[in-house]
């Protein structure tokens, strides 16, 4: 109730705060080109555009300017959105016949987006009058999912207690509010909801990015220059300051390259924005011309006959304030606008357009041509309305006509796409865990009864071994099983063999493990499943479950610690796919040959590996290629070179024809002596030889690398023709060149978990809650519809929409719930969605902590929070319903309405209980190679294969009896001393996925169960 009351207040008293900009389209010009100044609150007596801001405005006044600012509603961009939402919540603050205008538009509009901005700012206005009409709304069936749910808010805002829904009642609407009401305690999330209507009010956090823009200016030799610089600017000494500067400047590309065999390029923004450099050039700007003008010249001359795109960014990065600055940024939207790269054009516009002091009508019309060919309606009528205030007569030639510049850029904006919308972009094969989406049917499924079972679980925890020395001090470990259990027959051991009794010791067993709770995801091609566990990498048949092959990169702990070596073992990111053109694997595994000759004792290996728990020593994770028919390695990263058998990669890649994308880290050795880094790398993909790098980002302060980057891992990277899209590791998405990494664009969200920089240390960045940089990992793969690119990233609170083309925010929905109704970054009960899915009609579907449905213009058309969907892992959808791993099996969900359906429950325990019975026989009867692979197989299963060798003793004779129990005693002595030393794992631990007609569900210790059509 005092969270109703307060938010309500808060709400409503907001309002009268709020800077607007009331009429978005229109431009406000000054003397620097590309520049727009927000507009004050406007207050009684003020001008815009020429017309006084009155209270009481004329009933056309008002109607034009909520006309055009609905209009902007409609715009495919969340800033324009925004800008006018906020420019209708100021006017309907100033006069409360706005609301009459807006109930109009809502009617009208036919863009339930629009209608449910409209709604929020009915809501936000205190609109009581507004009530029957919501209560309608909603009970309409003919309305969408997303203006019912701001309907519902509305009421839930305006009548908190219910009061004029109660007074309504009285008056022969009884059952409509009844319905009403219903529909309201059945609507999931509207508490969480009434946190965007804030947004509406107040303007969002700042966004912070210790990585993209500080990194150059913690570099040590930066640092020295810039204390150079102040040193020579106190002691009067300008031209020596200035040289300083320059020195800043001439340091080269600002994009972040590193390529192979040169230095690294590491200056993550304009130099000439640095407070230091860019005052002091500006204030000195004739001295300063006249020292580098003539430098200018020379150079611009070569780039003039070159004609040399990114020769003329490293000009303007270089010499940009010079008297030949403008020249070089005209030549360079020039070459632009002739190649038709309109991204690259609006981007080198906002950059370098202040060094234009007065463009001319041909570049303005060029540069509005690009802004409204990329959609951004608003911005083009920007420069519209420079052109039309600097040059409001000049003509220009097109198609050999002179045309009036003003005319033809109105004409061209005016006839401009809207909303660039696409189809269904192609994508390659759903390989580990992409959303998994297959065009069956789950009513064909039988997931009650799996067809075949098996496990890729593999031991590791801690071995306490026994230590004896014998007489030539010479000392001996022996695990548990080859000594025995009690002190005293140890010691009666020990004297038999002439050895001294020392004690025991613990050791670790192929730890780490896995990092995620479940990252065992199959790859699918045809008949085959492919599937790694971190050591080895298993091949099955889809249809049987036979095993075809397996590749083994396994080494023993126990082999070390007999020798009393502590290697450090990488966590493992055991992911597989497949690449049918190549007939080819690649997997992601640790290094094993590093590891083998460390165990043989080849003393640069052991360098390597050994370690005293302080991870000064580590074997590496890296990528090795197989054939998919026989398991042959091809080629590894492993003997790839320094850098890379140095590099951690986590994530699978994007492919093409020859090449492999990934998205890769520095390692974890270099921590102490620089923040950790992430790169997006090119390799051959027959080969696996280096191409090219990027260096897209990293966190700049150590002190906060050595706590947090352990649990930073990025996401695989996606291919769409041309162009590469990866998210990094500091709130940014990153748009870049497939052929060399080039940076087209860097799309930003807010980090809801990231904890702002202190005064004292500007630099340190922090993470904190449940779902804080301390404990995240960014394992949902961004995904592509049409000219839209969705983000789900883990370290906030939405589902993000950008535009493909610019990197331009579309919109975001808020997918968190908080059951407590309270708003706070340490909330351990906030529900979440952590995985996506996209349907060819671009309608997205989140699955965690239960289902949710978007539409492909960011309204929510359902949610179902039912405790019966709390999914335990990985998802997968079908035509028709989506399948959810739970708690009590296998969950089904009607994908249209988001109705749950029924739990189906297979038992696991039968499972791989008769594939247990399948193999005893093998491994007492079969050839030598057969009954090999069963004990091995056998081993997998722990405490079920006891169970069942024991059995079979106990009706067994003689030799086989023996090695049935010698076996099972195997087993069990593993078990027993196999504990798991990770930490706490939660209930997360299953993934699904669909392909060949099989539904796979594969749980955290590594058993797989395969379900067939009924």
């Not at 798991?980 to 058993?1007: I, M």
Request: proline share 4%; hydrophobic share 40%; aromatic share 8%.
């Amino acid at each position: 109730m005092i969270l109703r009351t307060t938010l309500s207040t808060i709400l409503l008293a907001a309002v009268l705060a709020v800077p607007a900009d009331l009429t978005n389209s229109r431009a406000y010009c000054d003397d620097t080109p590309g520049a727009e100044k927000a507009e004050p609150h406007p207050e009684k007596g003020e001008r815009l555009n020429g017309e006084e801001i009155r209270p009481e405005m004329s009933e056309q006044q008002i109607s034009a300017l909520v006309a055009e600012n609905v209009d902007l509603l409609k715009s495919r961009f969340e800033a324009d959105r925004e800008r006018a939402a906020r420019a209708l919540v100021a006017l309907a603050a100033l006069d409360k016949r706005v609301e009459k205008y807006l109930a109009k538009e809502i009617s009208a509009a036919g863009d339930d987006r629009a209608q449910k901005i409209m709604l929020d700012i009915m809501t936000i206005s205190g609109a009581k009058w507004y009530i029957p009409h919501l209560i309608d709304m909603a009970l309409d069936p003919a309305t969408t999912g997303t203006v019912r749910r701001a309907a519902l808010l509305g009421l839930e805002v305006l009548d908190p207690w219910g009061e004029k829904r109660a007074g309504l009642a009285a008056d022969k609407t009884a059952e409509k509010i009844k319905k009403v009401n219903r529909l309201m305690a059945g609507e999931a999330n509207l508490e969480d909801d009434k946190f965007d209507l804030e947004y509406l009010l107040l303007k969002s956090a700042d966004f912070h990015n210790s990585a993209r823009f500080r990194a150059f200016e913690d570099a040590p030799d930066i640092k020295e220059l810039l204390e150079k610089i102040k040193s020579a600017e106190n002691a009067g000494k300008t031209g020596e300051a200035l040289e300083l500067c320059q020195q800043i400047l001439d340091r080269g590309d600002f994009r972040m390259v590193l390529r192979e065999g040169t230095e690294r390029v590491a200056i993550p923004s304009d130099a000439m924005a640095m407070p230091v450099v860019g005052r002091l050039i500006r204030t000195n700007i004739e001295k300063y011309r006249e020292m580098y003008d003539d430098d200018a010249e020379r150079l611009l001359e070569r780039l003039t006959e070159e004609m040399d795109s990114d020769g003329l960014h490293n000009f303007l990065t270089r010499f940009g304030l010079t008297s030949r600055g403008a020249q070089a940024a005209r030549m360079l939207m020039d070459l632009q606008f002739e190649a038709r790269a309109w991204p690259d054009l609006t981007w080198s516009w906002e950059r370098y357009g202040h060094l234009i002091p007065k463009p001319g009508p041909i570049l303005l019309c060029r540069v509005g041509l690009a802004y409204a060919s990329l959609a951004q309606r608003d911005r083009a009528m920007v420069i519209h309305a420079n052109l039309k205030v600097r040059h409001p007569d000049a003509a220009i030639l097109v198609g050999g006509k002179e045309v009036n510049a003003q005319e033809y850029l109105g004409e061209f904006i005016r006839k401009a796409p809207r909303d660039l919308t696409g189809t269904l972009a192609s994508g390659k094969e759903t390989t580990y865990g992409s959303p998994s989406i297959t065009k069956d049917r789950a009513a064909r499924y039988n997931l009650e009864e799996p067809i075949w079972a098996r496990s890729i679980r593999y031991y590791s925890g801690n071995v306490r071994y026994i230590r004896f020395k014998d007489k030539n001090g010479r000392e001996h470990l022996l695990p548990p099983w080859e000594a025995p259990s009690n002190k005293e027959r140890i010691e009666a051991f020990a004297a038999a063999k002439g050895w001294k009794y020392l004690g025991r010791r613990s050791y670790v067993a192929n730890l780490p493990r896995p990092y995620f709770n479940c990252p065992f995801y199959p790859a699918i091609h045809a008949d085959r499943m492919v599937i790694g566990n971190g050591l080895k990498v298993f091949c099955f048949s889809v249809s049987t479950g036979r095993l075809l092959w397996v590749y083994d990169n396994y080494s023993s702990d126990i082999d070390f610690n007999r020798q009393h070596i502590r290697i450090g073992r990488p966590v493992k990111f055991p992911f597989v796919m497949i690449i049918p053109e190549t007939n080819s694997v690649i997997a992601l595994i640790e290094h094993g040959d590093i590891i083998a000759r460390a165990a043989g004792g080849d003393a640069e290996a052991l360098n390597a590996v050994r370690t005293d728990g302080k991870l000064n020593g580590r074997a590496g994770h890296g990528v090795v290629c197989l054939d998919l028919d026989t398991g042959a390695r091809k080629w590894t990263t492993e003997h790839g070179g320094e850098f890379l058998e140095k590099l951690n990669f986590y994530s699978l890649p994007a492919y093409d024809d020859d090449t492999l994308y990934f998205a890769v880290q520095t390692p974890m050795s270099k921590l102490k002596a620089a923040a950790r880094e992430l790169y997006l790398l090119a390799l051959d993909a027959k080969t696996g030889a280096f191409k090219w790098v990027t260096l897209l980002g990293g966190w700049g302060n150590p002190s906060m690398i050595r706590r947090l980057s352990r649990q930073f891992f990025p996401s695989s990277p996606i291919l769409l023709g041309d162009i590469i899209i990866v998210q990094t590791n500091a709130g940014l998405m990153a748009s870049c060149n497939a052929s060399d990494g080039g940076i087209r664009w860097v799309a930003k969200y807010d980090q809801c978990y990231m904890r702002a920089p202190s005064v004292s240390d500007p630099g340190t960045m922090g993470m904190y809650g449940k779902y804080g940089r301390s404990s995240t990992r960014m394992n949902n793969i961004p995904a592509v519809w049409g000219n839209n690119i969705y983000a789900l990233p883990d370290d906030c609170d939405f589902l993000y929409a950008f535009d493909l083309a610019s990197g331009r925010l579309l919109w975001r929905v808020r997918h968190v719930y908080r059951p407590t109704g309270l708003r706070s970054n340490d909330d351990w009960q906030a529900m979440r969605m952590r995985q996506m899915f996209i349907n060819p009609e671009g309608t997205i579907f989140l699955v965690g902590d239960g289902v949710m449905s978007v539409s492909p213009r960011g309204g929510i058309n359902w949610i179902n929070r039912d405790e019966r969907l709390v999914a335990e892992g990985r998802a997968v959808m079908f035509e028709d319903d989506i399948v959810l791993p739970v708690r009590d099996g296998l969950a089904l969900v009607d994908s249209k309405t988001g109705r749950y359906l029924r739990t189906c429950a297979p038992d696991l325990k039968a499972s791989l209980e008769k594939r247990v019975a399948e193999l005893i026989p093998l491994f007492l009867r079969g050839n030598e190679k057969e009954a090999a692979a069963a004990k091995e197989e056998l081993e997998r299963y722990g405490s079920i294969a006891v169970e069942a060798l024991k059995a079979r003793a106990g009706t067994s004779e003689g030799e086989e009896k023996g090695a049935l129990l010698e076996l099972a005693g195997w087993i069990e002595m593993r078990e027993k001393f196999a504990k798991d030393l990770s930490g706490r794992r939660d209930s997360h631990a299953k993934t699904l996925s669909a392909a060949g007609g099989k539904l796979f569900l594969v749980t955290q210790e590594g058993e797989i169960l395969a379900f067939g059509k009924k």
